[in-house]
């Protein structure tokens, strides 16, 4: 499978844990993103990496939340002290820099239950 | 700041009746981006309007986009159970800029057989 992988696919925690969740890009791909979705909702832009660089981020991502690209290949997103309103699914994209539009592939979600 | 807002928020539909949704954004547009997201699954890539009044088809599908380059829809001909889903625009940003994508709610779409 050639596509973009998520894990852990699913993630039960308590209030207050931390959490990582791993994206593993489309190979040839430098961009890649995070988004999050909450039911009803559309994505919701969280941060966008190219390559190693982290671009752009939400302003309404808070200290809580990290993202890493180390390597320019996969990237993590880390919540500390999760709040019950975290919850919700993480979905990762990527794409591919050059001529033409800015087209994304995602993956399939990391679903966040903060209990 | 930028937003996109569809309507309606939700659609239900006959199989064999026609479905469109629409698309409009605050601002002008660089291009939009369509994208389906069957229940339970991930945001898939449909198609990209680039060009003001362009007209694009895939099949029983037909994306427009406004002359003003603010707003787009889709139109479903003749639905099937397989066209069941949410969709969303979004702006496209820029290859060159690589910006987020900015999402609308999305109108979800049932049919019944």
């Known amino acids: 499978d050639t596509g973009v992988s998520q894990n852990p696919r699913h993630k039960i925690t308590k209030r207050g844990q931390n959490v990582t969740f791993r994206c593993d890009p489309i190979s040839e791909h430098n961009r890649l993103y995070w988004y999050r979705q909450t039911l009803g909702q559309g994505p919701e832009f969280l941060t966008y990496f190219q390559n190693e660089a982290q671009l752009e981020k939400s302003r309404l991502l808070s200290d809580r939340f990290s993202a890493e690209r180390p390597k320019g290949s996969f990237s993590t997103l880390e919540i500390q002290r999760t709040e019950q309103g975290d919850s919700a699914m993480y979905l990762c994209?990527?794409?591919?820099?050059?001529?033409?539009?800015?087209?994304?592939?995602f993956g399939p979600g990391t679903r966040l239950t903060v209990l | 700041g930028q937003q996109v807002m569809q309507i309606p928020q939700y659609q239900h539909v006959q199989e064999g009746e026609d479905f469109t949704t629409y698309c409009n954004s605050s601002?002008?547009?660089?291009?939009i981006q369509w994208y389906k997201q069957r229940p339970g699954g991930h945001p898939v890539f449909l198609i990209q309007?680039?060009?003001?009044?362009e007209v694009k088809k895939q099949k029983r599908l037909t994306f427009q986009f406004g002359e003003a380059k603010k707003n787009s829809s889709l139109h479903i001909t003749a639905t099937q159970t397989t066209d069941v889903g949410t969709y969303f625009c979004s702006n496209g940003g820029s290859r060159q800029a690589g910006t987020a994508l900015i999402f609308g709610k999305g109108t979800t779409l049932s049919v019944s057989s």
């Open positions: 994209a990527s794409s591919l820099a050059g001529l033409g539009g800015n087209e994304q592939f």
């Open positions: 601002t002008t547009l660089s291009n």
């Open positions: 309007l680039v060009k003001s009044g």
